[in-house]
């Protein structure tokens, strides 16, 4: 029975209650060491009548081996995993290392244990209790908050246990553990001390132990008789979990020697194997008998078991340096090198007193093995460990300059830095050097994105071109990337110096890369303009098409790649290689660049005119985002606010991009483009001289020359609207040179467009006409409507009403289908001034759905299954379920049938989202 505990059982209780319902809860249970969490899941399991439950349990020494904790909690499970969908299958048996692979996206597999419990909850209720959270290794951790945030209606619950709980579990109910009430305190002291206690003395272990029930059992324990009645064995100490300590190790020095030299090994072997611990204290010399003398501090059956995490903490550190050696020493030796080689060589580093390259080898090798499972701050740490151990200083800083990479590669940027900095200390040859600039110019990237990265990826580029041509090629490219983003924060000179190092970069390979295409057109672009780089793009951009492109390069380069395709004019391979980044990052599993291509895809539908669509993949990606918590920049969700010319909402997000632009040190994806869509909303809403101020500052920007094309169109419009034909002419010969260069059908209708607003009588027409037969032929259906648009507004004022209601007709008609709302009520207005009404759509608004039901009823009605929505969005088939479920019920249907019917009726500005591929 536990003393005072009432009000927290009755709310594990009811937590159980909830998820015997239907209903995934995910419960934290929080308070310091002793206070009692552990009984208290000892007590919400006994009553999990109907439950299928598993547990894990954080071990402090086991916090650098990658997914030891997750593989505790689904060990029981795996016997399921053939039921998972392919990705998420193999990426959980990769890191557990059940088979060979690419190391899997960390979050591709908590998806997968998301999915794993799932499908053990479809047949009972699962309680999973994850115990001393805070000892979690960093990737079972991100695991299991992943799957803590997308629970929902599983008919799972998930219990965390945790001293303090770190931000990274905030936000979820929380059981806060404190200390029992005075007369539960007393109760219980009571009947743990068997003497009488003057009052003083017990109201004093009372307040001092702040009622922690393990305080209140185990400080008594040692003190004579004589000490406790007169309150002078009360030492004080720095702390309560000290002092808790303080009793167990004088426990501890009360035992045979035996007996605490089995406590050691069972403290230094963080699995809780008995036969691995036996094995190890047989090599000590320690018999059986030693395990019946514990005093009740530990117990072995079926599995190692502490009294209380304390009485691990408090053994291993009462122990000398020579003996810990000598039990690790042990341990190594009865480790399976086959079963087991990264525990052995764990064991054999904290068995090492000084320095030893066979050890430092082994554990390399280690490193080597958790990178491939994915677990890069395991492979880091280990790395770490063997550069400490290291004799040779060069081999030392190189094992050190290989941690940092892989601390970079796991997000953790202040301790690659730190690494970078011991590598330094040490003689680096000639390639590693570079390799140091190069880590530095990545971290500085990743930090902001700001003007620090270009420089120190230009140096190091320059360093390696005698050493690793083709690495020095690609390190161009990041450096010119890099210097694409500051933009008009950059100096004209740093974006002149990279193209110019760039351009003058050897050779690597014959044939060259697409990579390298990338790299000499872009050089060329900055360097000598448009027209000189445009063959060349146009070769690279077409490379990157090809199907012989390695998985590797497509998912480092086809974001660049796709951008440069729409600088390029280009609507067909930029839809081609949009659509492949999305699909290369879904079948990797590499969630952490999937925002960026969903993003880019994303901006493709949207010029396609399918907002939906577009709108679904930016829901997605920000579900991805929500789960990695990663950011982007708003600048496709953005333009999609300024494409619907909804003005205030528009204006918000103006202003909160433009900090985040400052903010980042962004110009190039950043300010030209929140002038280029300012000026798209303005020039749809009619403000032609709020249009012309935002575009003349987005055609500014000569580095910054994706949006400066579009920003040309822009200006082009709202200058000839305003009366302003001087900057019309200046910004279409401007224009022209891209368009003439490209000669695609969008860039050539874009240009018969915008040189018909300047062109006065009957030559316009033809303008006008070529530029919609052009634009008929492309994906950008926004464009072609504002091609209807503005030759049906030319025809109106050449007094030619029925030609013109046939033009205006078609731009309202495709403005209302695209939900482009502000241009449609443009052509609304020019219509009726031909004396024609413009019909009413019968818009049925969705606002009765969540944006989540109303996702996910997209997805449904493009045909997708619920298993294929759930691993698009991140989450359970049974969520999946229960949304579709609520969105049957809102919009009154009964079968996927009927809500694809119900979705695309007309007006419903909800095409159907297809499956992106």
Not at 194 to 216: K, S
Not at 356 to 379: H, I, K, M, P, Y
Not at 705 to 724: C, D, K, M, T, Y
Not at 735 to 756: F, I, N, P
Request: contains cysteine; glycine residues 8%.
């Amino acid at each position: 029975m536990l003393h005072g505990r009432r009000v927290e059982l009755e709310a594990l209780e009811r937590l159980l209650d909830e998820v015997r319902r239907g209903q995934s809860r995910v419960l934290v249970v929080s308070g310091e060491p002793g206070v009692g969490k552990t009984a208290l899941l000892e007590s919400a399991i006994g009553s999990a009548s109907g439950f299928r439950v598993a547990r894990a349990v954080g071990v402090e020494s086991e916090m650098e081996l990658a997914f030891a904790a997750l593989q505790q909690l689904c060990a029981p499970l795996l016997d399921r995993l053939d039921r998972l969908p392919a990705p998420q299958r193999d990426a959980l048996e990769v890191a557990f290392g059940l088979r060979a692979g690419d190391a899997p996206d960390r979050f591709l597999v908590g998806l997968a244990v998301l999915s794993l419990l799932a499908e053990v909850a479809e047949e009972q209720p699962f309680l999973c209790v994850v115990d001393d959270a805070q000892w979690l290794d960093r990737a079972s951790g991100q695991a299991f908050v992943f799957v803590a945030r997308r629970l929902l209606a599983e008919s799972v619950a998930l219990v965390l246990v945790t001293r303090d709980p770190g931000d990274e579990l905030q936000g979820f109910q929380e059981l806060v553990v404190e200390g029992l009430r005075d007369g539960d305190a007393r109760a219980l002291l009571s009947s743990a001390v068997r003497v009488p206690l003057d009052e003083r003395v017990r109201d004093r272990l009372v307040a001092e132990t702040r009622g922690n029930p393990l305080a209140l059992l185990e400080l008594p324990r040692g003190l004579t008789p004589a000490e406790l009645a007169g309150g002078f064995g009360l030492l004080d100490a720095p702390g309560l979990s000290g002092r808790i300590e303080d009793s167990f190790r004088r426990r501890l020095a009360g035992l045979p020697a035996d007996t605490q030299r089995l406590l050691l090994v069972a403290a230094a072997e963080p699995v809780g194997d008995p036969v691995l611990v036996w094995r190890a204290a047989g090599r000590l010399g320690i018999g059986v008998k030693a395990a019946s003398e514990t005093d009740g501090l530990l117990a072995i059956g079926a599995s190692v078991t502490f009294r209380h995490p304390l009485v691990r903490s408090s053994v291993y550190r009462a122990a000398s340096t020579e003996d810990r050696q000598a039990v690790h020493r042990a341990l190594a030796d009865a480790t399976d090198p086959e079963v087991d080689p990264d525990r052995l060589a764990w064991h054999l580093a904290q068995a090492t007193p000084g320095f030893d390259e066979d050890v430092a080898s082994e554990l390399e090798r280690s490193a080597g093995r958790a990178q491939a499972r994915g677990g890069l701050a395991a492979a880091a740490a280990f790395l770490e460990r063997a550069a400490v151990l290291t004799p040779e200083p060069s081999r030392r800083a190189a094992r050190a300059l290989a941690a940092a990479q892989a601390k970079h590669q796991a997000g953790a940027f202040d301790s690659a830095l730190r690494l970078v900095n011991i590598a330094e200390s040490g003689p680096l040859n000639e390639l590693q050097r570079p390799q140091v600039d190069l880590l530095r110019g990545q971290i500085a990237f990743s930090l902001g994105r700001g003007s620090d990265a270009p420089p120190l990826l230009l140096k190091a580029a320059k360093r390696l071109e005698p050493l690793d041509q083709q690495l020095a090629r690609d390190t161009y490219l990041e450096a010119l990337t890099a210097v694409f983003f500051p933009g008009i924060l950059a100096s004209d000179e740093s974006v002149l110096e990279t193209a110019r190092a760039a351009r003058a970069a050897p050779t690597s390979s014959q044939p060259p890369r697409a990579s390298d295409l990338l790299l000499d057109g872009l050089g060329l672009l900055v360097a000598e303009g448009y027209a000189a780089g445009t063959p060349t793009l146009r070769t690279a951009v077409n490379a990157f098409r090809d199907e012989d492109i390695s998985r590797g390069e497509g998912r480092r380069w086809l974001s660049l790649a796709s951008r440069v395709a729409a600088f390029l004019w280009d609507d067909e391979t930029w839809d081609v290689l949009s659509a492949r980044f999305v699909q290369l990052a879904r079948d990797a599993g590499a969630l952490s660049g999937l925002p960026l291509a969903l993003a880019t895809r994303s901006a493709v539908h949207l010029f396609a005119g399918e907002f939906a669509t577009a709108s679904s993949l930016l829901e997605e990606a920000a579900a991805v985002n929500e789960v990695t918590g990663a950011s982007l920049a708003p600048y496709v969700g953005l333009a999609h606010v300024a494409f619907h010319g909804r003005e205030a909402e528009a204006a918000q997000v103006i202003e909160a991009t433009t900090r985040e632009v400052v903010r980042r040190g962004e110009g190039q994806g950043g300010l030209t483009f929140v002038h280029w869509v300012t000026a798209v909303l303005h020039n749809g809403l009619g403000r032609y001289e709020e249009a012309l101020a935002a575009a003349q500052q987005a055609a500014e920007d000569t580095h910054a020359s994706w949006w400066r094309n579009w920003g040309s169109v822009e200006l082009i419009e709202a200058a000839a609207r305003s009366g302003a034909a001087g900057l019309a002419v200046d910004a279409l010969a401007q224009l022209s040179e891209t368009t003439g260069a490209s000669g695609t059908d969008w860039a050539l209708g874009v240009e018969a467009r915008s040189r018909a607003l300047l062109t006065d009588g009957e030559a316009a027409e033809p303008l006008y006409r070529e530029a919609i037969q052009r634009l008929e032929r492309t994906r950008v259906r926004v464009e072609l409507a504002r091609a209807h648009l503005v030759y049906g507004e030319w025809l109106r004022r050449e007094r030619r009403r029925l030609d013109a209601r046939e033009q205006l007709r078609t731009a309202h008609e495709l403005f209302a289908e695209f939900g482009m709302e502000a241009f449609a009520e443009r052509a609304r207005v020019e219509l009726e001034a031909t004396g024609e009404h413009a019909r009413k759509r019968s818009v049925e608004t969705r606002d009765e759905l969540t944006p989540q039901e109303a996702q996910i009823s997209r997805l449904a009605a493009g045909g997708a299954t619920n298993q294929e929505i759930a691993a698009q969005l991140f989450i359970s088939p049974s969520t999946v379920d229960y949304h579709l479920r609520k969105a049957f019920r809102k919009l009154g249907i009964k079968s996927r049938h009927q809500l694809k019917q119900h979705l695309l009726q007309p007006g419903a500005h909800t095409n159907t989202a297809a499956r992106e591929s």
